[in-house]
């Protein structure tokens, strides 16, 4: 496992550390998407391609404390989130009452195979090891339908560095991993999907972010 550490132990810091976050983080991030014009120009893509074919249940995987999802449900999609932290999930329901919230790991997705029109891990993939993609792109293949649509956040970058504090100064122990481009679009072609869009941009999201939409190959 990355950094020595194994799926125990990553994923028991990485809840542990955002139940510890979650009441600064929700505040903290509460505005970040107004002031992302271009992301939000995504989203409204994405939402438009889920329409186009049909329409039907969204997952946001790795939701947090559920401000993509709330916006997907203003977009007029039928989301819901999905994410590892107790807390976060707790915050999310307070947020955004009547929506549904569930508790769950992208390393063992609890969704039904093509259960999902589309699928997105905004900035949720992160805290992910490099050797342990292979199977999480595996589960979001599967749960989505076949022609599915899945939307990616993440840092760009080379170098992956602990996280020891954050959100108002509270204490954290996750790995926070950069990837570039084609390293990703690699992993997304070996797990069945076929990339349509990519961006790199600096925004309130990310000082250097990526997108990517890819739709699951039959």
Aim: aromatic fraction near 6%; hydrophobic fraction near 40%.
């Amino acid at each position: 496992m990355e950094m020595g550490l194994n799926a125990h132990d990553w994923l028991a810091d990485t809840r542990t550390s955002y139940d510890t976050v979650a009441a600064s983080y929700a505040e903290l991030t509460r505005h970040i998407l107004d002031e992302s014009p271009v992301e939000r120009a995504v989203l409204a893509q994405f939402a438009d391609l889920v329409r186009s074919q049909g329409g039907g249940p969204v997952a946001d995987v790795g939701c947090g404390t559920g401000r993509i999802t709330g916006h997907l449900r203003e977009l007029e999609l039928d989301a819901f989130g999905i994410d590892l932290s107790p807390g976060m999930i707790d915050v999310a329901r307070r947020h955004h009452p009547g929506v549904r919230f569930d508790l769950g790991s992208m390393t063992d997705l609890a969704l039904a195979d093509a259960s999902v029109t589309g699928l997105v891990a905004w900035y949720s993939l992160i805290h992910i090891p490099d050797d342990e993609i292979g199977p999480v792109l595996a589960h979001f293949r599967r749960v989505l339908r076949p022609g599915g649509l899945l939307l990616l956040g993440f840092h760009v970058g080379d170098e992956s560095r602990l996280k020891t504090e954050g959100y108002g100064g509270h204490p954290m122990k996750v790995y926070v991993h950069r990837r570039q481009h084609d390293r990703t679009i690699d992993w997304l072609d070996e797990a069945g999907f076929a990339v349509e869009t990519r961006k790199t941009l600096t925004s309130a999201e990310s000082k250097l972010g990526g997108i990517i939409l890819a739709r699951r190959q039959p």
